[in-house]
């Protein structure tokens, strides 16, 4: 390899080094700095683990990340500088009026974020400082909630915000530590203040094994990795693009496109992977015990590798991906909604949060608006399946080895074609560039969720109706049965 490890003038080692991987130099950038929790982990366990004071891990923390920070993004690391900052002052000077606390810190750090966002996009995902300003935005709003949390007498708190509620305050140094503990500021995961001091409390530190399950995440990370770089190498993006697309045969355009996302996700969970194989050897992720009594390390799992490997539906994807957010969303957007009475709004409002998040690409809103049609629909197909189908041909579908074959067919060659529907727009982003793709499968998504809602809401009409009728004959019966009963009981009279 020396012989291409030649210094370019423009960038150095590291933009030649890219070159000749052929990938972008900000994604080699990223991908050395998710490997470099690796080290720092090794380090940290054996010079400062035990070391006093605290204020040493602090520093160790704040400097390791900040430094990979600025060597991602140069001098663009004062944007995150400011929010951490902000939430600080904030914090010390509103605690006392939490609600104007929560509404300020909420409203800087998302206007923050959408101005970097109006003022970077172009029509790619850019590797740019908003990429990790995104995570910090959700930390220091979590950190927001949290301190107030604390302010609430326990008794009105739930499950979860005991177990995240702040009543000290930490100083500048630590929330920068938080901020940018390696291996968790660049992709996430979301984690709340409170783990971050039970780890620097040792509270971990009496339970083995986080070393071997980190270097078993990292293995998983590299595999996805190769398969990710392998699978886009033969379907790469600008190839959904093209003519050639659209004259491929209809069953193999969907297929395409389903086996194009799924590699397209495996680059986001070769990420995750990686970042969380990190702060398993570091010794970050306890969650308690398993079933069998050994240490659980999954505490910072963005991704359920075997759900969504095995899974059938959308809605296994939404519940194995991206886990970490998903659960921030659900802590503190749409359980803070539950004054509406309506987890229907409440799950829109969250999954319309998660957009605006993303940024202003109308392909970020389309991706979510079909998160929530299509885990709908199958909800509606489940419940029709469970409750009229099963109940009258249950036994006999259940012993047809035929039907237990087409069930697992059908269910999987759904799971892989819609995938690519539901991930198309979110990764072109730009109106004219997802929609070519949609128009190249023939916008079957939407004809598929169209024909089903008219069968279902067809199919409930007609169960109403039917109720109707049955109500209005058990009337004209009951009517009829008691003017004979009076019409007889009169001529007793007589």
């Known amino acids: 390899m020396t012989e291409y490890m030649v210094p370019d003038p423009n960038g150095g080692y590291i933009c030649t080094f890219a070159a000749t991987l052929g990938v972008p130099v900000e994604a080699m950038r990223l991908l050395?700095?998710?490997?470099?929790?690796?080290?720092?982990?090794?380090?940290?366990?054996?010079?400062?683990?035990?070391?006093?004071?605290?204020?040493?891990?602090?520093?160790?923390?704040?400097?390791?990340?900040?430094?990979?920070?600025?060597?991602?993004?140069?001098?663009?690391?004062?944007?995150?500088?400011?929010g951490i900052w902000m939430t600080y002052l904030l914090v010390r000077l509103l605690r006392g009026a939490p609600r104007l606390l929560l509404i300020i810190n909420f409203l800087f750090h998302m206007s923050y974020l959408?101005?970097?966002?109006?003022?970077?996009?172009?029509?790619?995902?850019?590797?740019?400082?908003?990429?990790?300003?995104?995570?910090?935005?959700?930390?220091?709003?979590?950190?927001?909630?949290?301190?107030?949390?604390?302010?609430?007498p326990i008794e009105d708190l739930s499950k979860d915000q005991k177990e995240t509620a702040l009543v000290e305050l930490p100083s500048l140094l630590e929330l920068t530590a938080f901020a940018y503990f390696p291996s968790g500021f660049l992709v996430g995961p979301q984690f709340p203040y409170r783990r971050?001091?039970?780890?620097?409390?040792?509270?971990?530190?009496?339970?083995?094994?986080?070393?071997?399950?980190?270097?078993?995440?990292?293995?998983?990370?590299?595999?996805?990795?190769?398969?990710?770089?392998?699978?886009?190498?033969?379907?790469?993006?600008?190839?959904?693009?093209?003519?050639?697309y659209a004259e491929v045969p209809f069953v193999k355009r969907l297929f395409f496109l389903g086996f194009w996302a799924k590699f397209s996700l495996y680059k986001y969970i070769s990420c995750w992977l990686l970042t969380e194989g990190a702060l398993m050897c570091i010794g970050f992720t306890y969650k308690g015990q398993d079933e069998n009594g050994q240490p659980d390390w999954s505490g910072c799992s963005n991704v359920k590798l075997v759900l969504l490997e095995t899974g059938n539906t959308m809605d296994h994807y939404?519940?194995?991906?991206?886990?970490?957010?998903?659960?921030?969303?659900?802590?503190?957007?749409?359980?803070?909604?539950?004054?509406?009475?309506?987890?229907?709004?409440?799950?829109?409002?969250?999954?319309?949060?998660?957009?605006?998040?993303?940024?202003?690409?109308?392909?970020?809103?389309?991706?979510?608006?079909?998160?929530?049609?299509?885990?709908?629909?199958?909800?509606?197909?489940?419940?029709?399946?469970?409750?009229?189908?099963?109940?009258?041909?249950?036994?006999?579908?259940?012993?047809?080895?035929?039907?237990?074959?087409?069930?697992?067919?059908?269910?999987?060659?759904?799971?892989?074609?819609?995938?690519?529907?539901?991930?198309?727009?979110?990764?072109?982003?730009?109106?004219?560039?997802?929609?070519?793709?949609f128009k190249a499968v023939n916008y079957f998504g939407f004809i598929y969720m169209l024909v089903w809602a008219c069968i279902y809401h067809g199919y409930r009409f007609y169960l109403r109706s039917t109720a109707k009728r049955s109500e209005a004959q058990t009337f004209s019966q009951a009517t009829d049965l008691t003017a004979t009963t009076a019409t007889e009981e009169d001529k007793k009279t007589q």
């Open 32 to 82: 050395l700095t998710l490997v470099a929790g690796y080290p720092i982990a090794a380090f940290y366990r054996k010079v400062l683990i035990n070391v006093s004071p605290k204020a040493l891990h602090h520093i160790f923390f704040a400097l390791c990340g900040a430094g990979l920070c600025y060597f991602n993004y140069g001098f663009d690391t004062y944007h995150s500088l400011i």
């Open 114 to 152: 959408l101005l970097g966002y109006y003022f970077t996009a172009s029509n790619e995902y850019d590797i740019l400082w908003t990429m990790p300003h995104c995570i910090l935005v959700l930390r220091m709003i979590g950190f927001g909630f949290d301190v107030t949390d604390g302010l609430r």
């Open 318 to 437: 939404v519940r194995s991906f991206n886990v970490n957010t998903n659960q921030w969303v659900g802590h503190y957007v749409y359980k803070r909604l539950k004054f509406l009475n309506n987890r229907t709004i409440s799950y829109a409002a969250a999954l319309g949060f998660l957009a605006v998040w993303h940024g202003y690409h109308s392909g970020y809103y389309m991706a979510f608006l079909m998160e929530y049609l299509i885990v709908s629909t199958e909800k509606q197909i489940e419940r029709v399946y469970t409750k009229v189908v099963l109940p009258k041909y249950g036994e006999v579908l259940k012993n047809s080895r035929v039907y237990t074959v087409a069930y697992f067919v059908a269910l999987k060659s759904y799971n892989i074609i819609y995938m690519g529907w539901c991930l198309c727009a979110f990764v072109f982003l730009k109106y004219e560039r997802w929609i070519v793709v």
């Open 196 to 244: 971050y001091r039970s780890f620097i409390n040792g509270e971990f530190r009496q339970y083995g094994g986080s070393v071997e399950a980190g270097l078993k995440r990292l293995a998983a990370g590299v595999l996805y990795l190769g398969i990710c770089q392998l699978g886009l190498s033969y379907l790469p993006d600008a190839y959904f693009l093209t003519p050639a």
